[in-house]
């Protein structure tokens, strides 16, 4: 497993491949049955293995933040319950947006929390209002920035991994590269992936590069077991057949 990588690939198999209680926390937008995304079938299936996935691979006090349509709210949030025990629900405000719905209109997104942990409190509200930021990179439904931006520093630290199984056009990432948080994730659509590299490209490098040899400039003693050090491109975006 590399740090700091994006596997092109299906998910559910790049997540059979992760070791048990790897990945501290999980922030993901998974694609839903709406009509937008040619990924957007069998949906169901799709999340329900991910989930199961998901509690395996998630350790003991890690944390997922999942988001939810308001459509598929109780199906989703008694599927993931099979797996991971429901603890909480963050609400994202758009103030300057609204969702269409079956019934009518919403200006807020649900973001269900899931936790094998009972108690996992995070100095955060349960509702925040971001603005929806205007799309022009190719993906239907990005997120806010500043939105996983929030959530990434309120429940995480420097050099802890997060996962996100369906990456998108890469602002999880993104993100993670920002505040010093190692991520992984997977996306199976070339052309995302595409997005998420000029993305990545675009900032400067940050985390740490020490093979298991050399520790001594790492915080807390932490250092990545997987970066070797070597003129791989970091961050990286490699076939799912690289992931070991």
Same mark, same amino acid.
């Given at each position: 497993?590399?740090?700091n990588?994006i ?32 990924w ?11 989930a ?19 459509r ?9 319950s ?5 603890r909480?629900s ?6 300057n947006?609204m ?14 929390i ?5 108690s996992?409190?995070?100095?955060? *509200?349960?509702? %925040? !209002? ?6 022009n +990179?190719?993906?239907? $439904? ?12 309120k429940?995480?630290k420097?050099?802890?991994?997060i ?31 595409k997005?998420?590299?000029?993305r990545?490209?675009?900032?400067p490098?940050?985390g740490?590069?020490?093979? *298991?040899?050399? %520790? !001594?400039d790492?915080p807390?003693?932490?250092? +990545?077991?997987?970066? $070797? ?5 970091f961050?990286?975006?490699?076939p ?5």
């Open positions: 497993m590399r740090p990588t596997y092109e690939g299906d998910c559910i198999q790049g997540l059979k491949k992760l070791p048990d209680k790897s990945i501290d926390y999980i922030i993901t937008d998974p694609p839903y049955n709406v009509g937008k995304d040619e957007d079938y069998g949906v169901l299936d799709l999340l329900d293995d991910c199961k996935e998901c509690s395996r691979v998630l350790k003991d006090e890690g944390i997922m933040y999942w988001f939810v349509p308001t598929y709210l109780m199906k989703i949030g008694f599927l993931i099979q797996y991971i025990p429901y909480w963050f609400i994202w405000n758009t103030p947006n969702l269409t719905g079956d019934v009518g209109f919403s200006k807020y997104t649900i973001i269900l899931f936790s094998k942990a009972k996992i409190h995070r100095n955060m *509200q349960d509702l %925040k !209002s971001i603005s929806w930021q205007p799309n +990179n190719g993906h239907p $439904t990005p997120k806010p920035e500043k939105l996983i931006r929030y959530i990434v520093e429940i995480s420097e050099n802890e991994l996962l996100d199984p369906f990456m998108g056009s890469g602002t999880t990432a993104q993100v993670c590269n920002q505040l010093n948080r190692r991520f992984i994730g997977f996306e199976k659509n070339p052309e995302y992936n997005i998420a590299k000029k990545l490209s675009q900032l490098i940050h740490y590069f020490q093979t *298991q040899s050399d %520790k !001594s790492c807390n003693g932490a250092f +990545n077991k997987d970066l $070797t050090g070597n003129s791989d491109e961050p990286q975006i490699l799912l057949a690289e992931l070991r």
